[in-house]
């Protein structure tokens, strides 16, 4: 699989005008955008912003790759556990005077 030539040209535009870390990308507005003359651009820089977001996917976003989404794990309770409704369990020894 090749690299996508235009999101090449699209970081050397962006490097040429001063936009050379995702730091500086970030909070680029789309009136720097024409002001800096990358209208032509704008395709490739809302993606390009858009997989720094996502949790710095740069990489991806160039190969057109993509991450796979981590799976949320179910919690598991036992049914005779008391914890999972929110009382606590003392033990006898917390619960008698004597201790």
């Keep these: 699989m090749a690299i996508d030539k235009s999101k090449i040209k699209t970081l050397e535009k962006l490097k040429e005008k001063g936009f050379d870390t995702a730091n500086k990308i970030r909070p680029l ?11 032509n651009e704008l395709g490739n820089i809302i993606g390009l912003k ?16 993509s991450d796979p989404k981590p799976e949320k794990k179910e919690e598991h309770t036992r049914a005779d556990d008391d914890r999972a409704a929110g009382t606590r369990i003392y033990s006898e020894a917390y619960e008698t005077e004597s201790y």
């Design 50 to 65: 858009k997989a720094i977001k996502a949790n710095h996917s740069e990489i991806a976003w160039l190969l057109d790759g």
């Design 29 to 39: 507005e789309m009136e720097e955008v024409f002001e800096n003359g990358l209208e």
